[in-house]
């Protein structure tokens, strides 16, 4: 048995009564209606997978059997600054259409957090909901590239504290794509400050995941100590061949801010793929004024023209974690949505060598680059 505290794995016979645990003991003398021969295997408290999409897909798979049968019992949804809730009077086909590359099958409705919660389905495991930065913003700003105004932000965070009225764990940030990438810090922050006066957490999806990581992970760091707030950093990686060998500085950085008292946090993800809609791995100029003004101006030759020559001169926008370096066709045979990618022996190998090395001690370039850690 793995109790989850840290403690090394034991023998020991676990008593449940009514789903929940009643008596861990070396040897059980109680009577049981039913026993279960796990001689051979591990016992262990269900799986807390920390960061995922999934409030696009439970309330249609409810079940949830690709997790559960992982040993996942809670699930963290409303991840990158990306929520299905609030949608404003007005906004919702915005958010429709801002969220149609990951959710096209949501049926999108004007609607409150709160109402959004009692609607949200019972699944077969545990869910903590976080509300969306990006979501929030395209509630007020839309996909204007500018500062919010004052009134706006006062909007901002009035829906941040009824999501957390509601019963949002916390708030998501997804810097790296519009429209959270035009936020500047003063917003963050004072967003940040609602979270602080409800108990809630931040985490983030940092503005830069490659050539700039090190700037990005200190704005992360910045708000815990200008707030208090807890900083989670997900998925920390460090992309693109140039960085590769880097992450022992990220992480001293991260151990330091912890060493002054700051509640900063990292995870990463056990495998070595990556996924994004097309959108984000274009420079930020293309996504100015939203989706519609995304396709007009790619309809553009002139505009296509400056776009191959930003990609061929940066690589695909290193934010999204394809810098230079990257293959073009890699990426395309990954996302196949009728198969899994085929993966040299070498590649398996070199994952699975990684799986259970956690964010806060992983120094290598390989664990750099895939970021690896077990669930927890």
């Known amino acids: 048995m793995i109790d989850g505290t840290g403690a090394p794995g034991r023998e020991a016979d676990v008593s449940v009564s009514a789903g929940r645990i009643g008596a861990i003991a070396p040897r ?14 591990i016992v262990a408290p269900g799986f807390i997978d920390i960061h995922t999409h999934s409030d696009f897909t439970l309330p249609l798979n409810p079940r949830a059997e690709s997790k559960i049968r992982q040993g996942v019992t809670l699930e963290v949804v409303g991840n990158c600054g990306f929520s299905v ?25 004007e609607t ?24 929030l913003r395209l509630m007020t700003a839309g996909m204007d590239n500018r500062a919010v105004t004052a009134d706006e932000l006062a909007t901002m965070e009035r829906l941040l504290a009824e999501a957390l009225a509601a019963g949002a764990w916390g708030m998501s940030s997804g810097l790296f794509t519009a429209p959270g990438a035009y936020a500047d810090a003063a917003e963050i922050h004072a967003l940040a400050r609602v979270l602080r006066r409800h108990g809630a957490a931040y985490s983030s999806h940092i503005r830069d995941e490659a050539n700039h990581v090190a700037d990005a992970v200190r704005e992360a ?21 140039d960085n590769w060998g880097g992450a022992k500085r990220l992480l001293d950085e991260i151990a330091a801010a912890r060493r002054r008292g700051l509640a900063v ?36 030759p002139e505009v296509r023209v400056r776009l191959h020559a930003d990609i061929a001169r ?25 198969r899994p990618a085929r993966r040299s022996a070498r590649s398996r190998g070199a994952a699975a060598s990684t799986r259970s090395t956690p964010c806060a001690t992983s120094s290598s370039p390989t664990a750099a680059r895939r970021a690896s850690s077990s669930p927890r």
């Not at 809730?85 to 096209?104: F, W």
């Not at 708000?223 to 707030?229: C, F, L, R």
């Not at 993800?269 to 007009?296: C, H, K, Q």
Request: aromatic share 8%.
């Open 314 to 338: 940066d690589g695909l926008t290193t934010s999204a974690g394809f810098p230079r370096g990257t293959s073009f066709a890699s990426p395309s045979r990954r996302i196949s949505p009728t």
């Open 112 to 135: 409150s957090f709160a109402d959004y919660v009692a609607a949200f389905p019972p699944t077969a495991l545990n869910v903590i909901l976080q509300v969306g930065h990006n979501t």
């Open 265 to 300: 946090d990292c995870d990463a993800y056990p495998y070595d793929t990556a996924s994004n809609p097309l959108r984000n791995l274009f420079p930020r100029w293309v996504m100015d004024g939203g989706i519609p003004a995304m396709l007009e101006r790619l309809g553009r």
């Open 28 to 41: 059980s003398a109680r009577p049981a209606r039913r026993v279960i021969d796990a001689r051979g295997q």
């Open 221 to 241: 760091i910045a708000v815990a100590e200008a707030t208090g707030v807890h900083v989670q950093i997900a998925h920390l990686k460090l992309s693109g061949i």
């Open 85 to 109: 809730a609030p949608a404003l009077p007005g906004r919702a086909a915005m958010l429709r259409e801002y969220l149609a590359s990951s959710a096209p099958w949501l049926p999108f409705g």
